[in-house]
């Protein structure tokens, strides 16, 4: 998909809003926030009804004698899971589904090989707990990243251990300072817009040396990285290309000039409107059937499947 400030062009041009200053006219912003309401909105349909396109899979770390394990940072609504494995040994073939339990059903007694889990608000309690070390696997339906145009450019970046120790900025390139430090974090994506670091809390930028100042308590997950290049983004978890299926462009660019025409009292509203229902039905109508294999019956019990935990 296009990266947002090119879809923005493209809703100036069909609404007819090229001409703007920064006192007047419709702001890069009002473009920005309806992108992501119909991002938004497109991405609750999506996994309302057909919630294996968005889905992906998370590995934990089980620690022996611990029962509680915090949920992936962006498991969609907090709440979206799938399935959940556990393998004893840390080893694939070893994986095993655990069960779905309750609250009500909570063992307190000695630790075991798990046999089930249960959901406490973003963690899963491992029943029995654990008696050693193993992978949790977790399948869930993703939250996907806001949408956001770059801001600022990487000159260079040292990193320390999962720590980043300095961060410059082009000072050749725009650096939009207010609207970095408008949400206090920072994301950082490659020019395709994949995201290499999320979350960074950022407290002060100075725009004639291009210095940051990062958090000093901040540490970075594995396999996150910073090279010089890359672009800085406003907020927690943000991208400059939406991470929805291509054919989702037409229904989010119909959605934001929607807006923009009914911000702008135009009479064109109720035409645009029409054909966002439209191209709304052939988005469900494409995600209805997601591949042609027929769907059977789950098995639960792990018997029949050659286990039995």
């Known amino acids: 998909m296009r990266r947002t400030d090119q879809l923005i062009l493209a809703s100036r041009r069909s609404?007819?809003?090229?001409?703007?200053?920064?006192?007047?006219?419709?702001?890069?912003?009002?473009?920005?926030?309806?992108?992501?309401?119909?991002?938004?909105?497109?991405?609750?349909?999506?996994?309302?009804?057909?919630?294996?396109?968005?889905?992906?899979?998370?590995?934990?770390?089980?620690?022996?004698?611990?029962?509680?394990?915090?949920?992936?940072?962006?498991?969609f609504l907090g709440t979206?899971?799938?399935y959940v494995e556990y393998s004893p040994s840390g080893n694939s073939a070893d994986y095993y589904t655990l069960k779905k339990g309750t609250l009500k059903e909570r063992l307190n007694g000695p630790s075991g090989n798990p046999s089930f889990y249960i959901r406490r608000n973003s963690e899963l309690l491992i029943q029995p707990i654990p008696q050693q070390a193993g992978l949790l696997r977790v399948n869930y339906q993703k939250v996907i990243p806001r949408l956001d145009v770059r801001?600022?450019?990487?000159?260079?970046?040292?990193?320390?251990?999962n720590t980043i120790t300095t961060l410059t900025l082009d000072i050749a390139e725009a650096i939009?300072?207010?609207?970095?430090?408008?949400?206090?974090?920072?994301?950082?994506?490659?020019k395709n817009g994949v995201v290499k670091m999320r979350s960074?809390?950022?407290?002060?930028?100075?725009?004639?040396t291009g210095v940051v100042t990062v958090d000093p308590s901040f540490t970075f997950s594995a396999g996150e990285t910073i090279a010089a290049g890359d672009y800085l983004l406003r907020g927690t978890y943000?991208?400059?290309?939406?991470?929805?299926?291509?054919?989702?462009?037409?229904?989010?660019?119909?959605?934001?000039?929607?807006?923009?025409?009914?911000?702008?009292?135009?009479?064109?509203?109720?035409?645009?409107?029409?054909?966002?229902?439209?191209?709304?039905?052939?988005?469900?109508?494409?995600?209805?059937?997601?591949?042609?294999?027929?769907?059977?019956?789950?098995?639960?019990?792990?018997?029949?499947?050659?286990?039995?935990?």
């Open 15 to 75: 609404t007819e809003n090229q001409e703007y200053t920064a006192t007047a006219g419709v702001q890069d912003e009002e473009f920005i926030q309806y992108l992501n309401d119909g991002q938004e909105e497109i991405q609750s349909l999506i996994n309302s009804s057909f919630p294996r396109i968005l889905m992906k899979e998370g590995v934990i770390q089980v620690v022996q004698n611990q029962e509680a394990y915090s949920l992936p940072v962006d498991v």
């Open 80 to 82: 979206r899971l799938d």
């Open 151 to 161: 801001r600022a450019t990487v000159l260079n970046v040292v990193l320390g251990t």
């Open 176 to 190: 939009d300072s207010d609207a970095l430090l408008s949400e206090n974090y920072v994301t950082v994506v490659d």
């Open 200 to 208: 960074i809390p950022v407290t002060a930028i100075d725009t004639s």
């Open 238 to 309: 943000s991208t400059t290309n939406s991470q929805l299926p291509e054919i989702c462009e037409k229904y989010l660019l119909e959605y934001c000039n929607l807006r923009i025409l009914i911000r702008d009292s135009s009479t064109d509203a109720n035409q645009v409107q029409a054909i966002m229902s439209k191209v709304q039905q052939t988005l469900q109508a494409n995600f209805a059937d997601v591949d042609s294999d027929p769907d059977y019956v789950p098995i639960l019990d792990g018997s029949f499947l050659g286990w039995d935990y």
